[in-house]
């Protein structure tokens, strides 16, 4: 993708649209209902922390990289081998080491 470019992460509900927008080297991810921007509580690498709506602000905490695993499909990569994953236990997105499993792969599709 070029500068710019966007595309979108389908999810189930049309109303959570996230907007990708390439900033530099990284993602910065938009959601399309609130205008805020995907970021990591405190900017933590843990496992286990929170992914957060917050205003854009361009700190590292709302910085990702884009890795294809298949057509369409994408591990979203924060801090080098941490993955956008979405937690089994309740549906909520937090960070872990990227593995590669069904939950921290994302469909995307060109808008």
Not at 36 to 57: C, F, H, M, R, S
Not at 60 to 83: C, E, P, R, W
Not at 95 to 110: F, N, P, R, V
Request: proline share 1%; charged share 20%; net charge negative.
């Amino acid at each position: 993708m070029t500068s710019g470019a966007k595309c979108t992460v389908i999810s189930p509900a049309e109303e959570n649209r996230v907007i990708l927008t390439l900033k530099g080297q990284s993602y910065v991810l938009r959601f399309q209902r609130s205008q805020l921007v995907l970021d990591i509580t405190e900017a933590k690498t843990d496992t286990g922390t929170n992914a957060q709506q917050w205003e854009y602000n361009g700190d590292v905490s709302q910085q990702f990289q884009l890795t294809k695993t298949a057509d369409g499909i994408y591990a979203i990569l924060y801090h080098g081998n941490m993955a956008l994953t979405v937690d089994e236990s309740d549906g909520k997105v937090i960070i872990t080491e990227y593995s590669a499993s069904d939950q921290q792969l994302w469909l995307m599709e060109k808008q």
